[in-house]
């Protein structure tokens, strides 16, 4: 196993008539989504071998994103199915280029019963790579687990990733996602995040002193997201950046999860870290150009297509 991924799966509803308001939709597509469910697949679909721990409800919802899932070589084998919790579910309007309100229902979510014992820790040591994010910290027992998994990683030689992935619905205030997200930073190597997130994480807005807070607890490299402004990277003697690729945008939900895909295969294949900047813009790019989140995923064919096709500023 090349990757193995711990988070939330969800359940996502899109709007099927364009520019309506969402509560006067009468129609909807569904799919797999769950923001580390997207990264899942999109790192399975550059050719990477993927498996997932998480926590679904024992209800028909979790029987559809299972087999979404292993229709796209995610293997599901630690996915536990849980009584008397709820799988994750997503309501979003598509108004393009860039309105997407969405409604989250995540009352008792199944993926706060993550567990990781023994069998989960020997499956985390298959892998080179493994990839969490905040949403796995905002409860218990999830909180604890995910910092018992990233422990067990850190210890077993791979190389660990957090994206911030800060869910307002999901906290009781922003100041408790960022404490729980800088506690588990000493066992993280790459950390993914926007500005907000960012400064949610560091409780600070300049990127130097961002930094400062990141390198301190140990991070290696940390992304910061910039929207239309592109993405820059950092490392104690290392700082870059790229801008986004021009595309036509229909959605803008699953960018971030798009970029971690396509920015965690570059650095899992030892590419420089402006390529793999590269790489994660030409992924969000693909997943703008469409509507939905792991479906949007682009193959890995797509992607060398498109970056051949934008050549890198000099």
Not at 64 to 85: I, M, P, W
Not at 142 to 166: M, P, Q
Request: glycine share 8%.
């Amino acid at each position: 196993m090349d990757v193995c991924v711990l988070g939330r799966i969800g359940y996502d509803l899109y709007a099927v008539e364009l520019n309506r308001p969402l509560s006067d939709v009468e129609h909807f597509s569904r799919h797999l989504g769950g923001s580390s469910a997207n990264i899942a697949v999109g790192l399975a679909r550059l050719g990477l071998s993927v498996g997932m721990i998480s926590a679904l409800g024992k209800d028909a919802l979790a029987a559809y994103l299972l087999r979404a899932l292993s229709k796209e070589s995610v293997d599901t084998r630690h996915v536990r199915l849980v009584e008397g919790y709820n799988t994750s579910l997503c309501l979003t309007e598509v108004s393009p280029p860039d309105h997407f309100p969405q409604v989250f229902y995540r009352c008792e979510p199944a993926d706060s019963q993550v567990d990781i014992g023994e069998a989960e820790q020997a499956y985390i040591r298959q892998a080179r790579m493994f990839v969490t994010n905040g949403t796995s910290l905002c409860f218990s027992p999830a909180r604890e687990a995910t910092l018992t998994a990233l422990k067990t990683a850190r210890e077993s030689g791979l190389r660990t990733v957090l994206d911030i992935d800060y869910r307002s619905s999901s906290w009781s205030a922003p100041e408790e996602a960022g404490r729980e997200a800088r506690k588990v930073l000493p066992w993280v190597d790459v950390v993914l995040g926007n500005e907000d997130e960012w400064a949610l994480l560091a409780g600070h807005w300049e990127t130097h002193l961002q930094a400062r807070v990141a390198f301190d607890l140990g991070v290696k490299i940390l992304v910061r997201k910039l929207g239309a402004k592109g993405v820059e990277a950092h490392m104690r003697d290392q700082t870059c950046s790229a801008p986004p690729l021009p595309i036509k945008v229909m959605s803008t939900v699953g960018a971030g999860d798009g970029f971690a895909a396509g920015f965690l295969y570059a650095l899992d294949h030892d590419m420089r870290l402006e390529e793999c900047l590269r790489y994660g813009n030409a992924a969000a790019a693909v997943v703008v150009s469409r509507i939905s989140c792991s479906d949007a995923m682009p193959r890995l064919e797509e992607l060398i297509s498109l970056l051949g096709a934008v050549q890198p500023a000099v």
